[in-house]
């Protein structure tokens, strides 16, 4: 006995590959989603790209902060403040993570990116910030 494919047996061979071969370039393709630094004080910010290795004085109401990008993380060195909360928070590697200066008004934070769409206001790698 043979088996005979009929038409719509053809239509649901190729619709089953074409959402298999879809689903594996979505899936392997990548969302071209990167994390981005994003240090904020004192009326001015700046973005850099998480992997980015540079040292960053950010002016504050007690003086200077220092932020360091190095190896895919992000701490603060130094700051002007008493307590220095800021500075044995530690490094940062990941979206959603922040460190915060508060007596000098500087914030350091992890934030998810895309190579394509908007972007918040301020938050778009440049020439100005890279």
């Not at 993380?73 to 993570?97: D, E, F, K, M, Y």
Request: one cysteine or more; hydrophobic letters at 45%; proline letters at 5%.
């Amino acid at each position: 006995m043979q088996t005979v494919l009929r038409p719509l047996d053809y239509v649901a061979i190729g619709l089953a590959l074409s959402v298999t071969i879809l689903s594996a370039v979505l899936v392997y393709a990548g969302t071209g989603a990167y994390d981005r630094v994003i240090i904020k004080g004192a009326g001015e910010h700046w973005v850099f790209p998480q992997g980015a290795a540079e040292l960053i004085r950010v002016a504050g109401p007690l003086g200077d902060t220092v932020v360091e990008l190095r190896d895919h993380t992000v701490r603060i060195l130094a700051s002007p403040c008493v307590n220095q909360t800021c500075v044995a928070a530690g490094a940062i590697h990941s979206h959603g993570q922040w460190i915060a200066c508060l007596p000098n008004q500087v914030l350091v934070s992890i934030q998810r990116g895309t190579n394509s769409g908007p972007t918040p206001q301020g938050t778009e790698l440049d020439g100005a910030a890279w």
